[in-house]
């Protein structure tokens, strides 16, 4: 969101990348809202508490989002998963 506000603002900055983050009130921001993989993001953000929750569960963590984001869960390997 950074990146947005200064293109924003300044627009002598020749260009950036704006990765893995929606910006509120632009689309596709209601899409996002109504997805319900989108709210893990608040999830992550929050310092050390995703890797206390899924100690020694990772496989799995990692499992979900693969299958649920992925446009051929099959095409990650069980090899690639373990890695």
Do not use: C
């Amino acid at each position: 969101m950074v990146t947005y506000a200064y293109l924003r603002t300044f627009p002598d900055l020749m260009q950036s990348v704006i990765m893995d983050v929606v910006i509120p009130g632009i689309d596709p921001w209601e899409q996002v809202l109504a997805n319900p993989i989108s709210g893990i993001s608040p999830f992550h953000s929050i310092p050390e508490l995703p890797e206390r929750l899924v100690q020694g569960h990772q496989a799995e963590y990692f499992d979900y989002f693969y299958d649920a984001i992925s446009a051929d869960p099959s095409k990650i390997t069980a090899e690639a998963r373990a890695v």
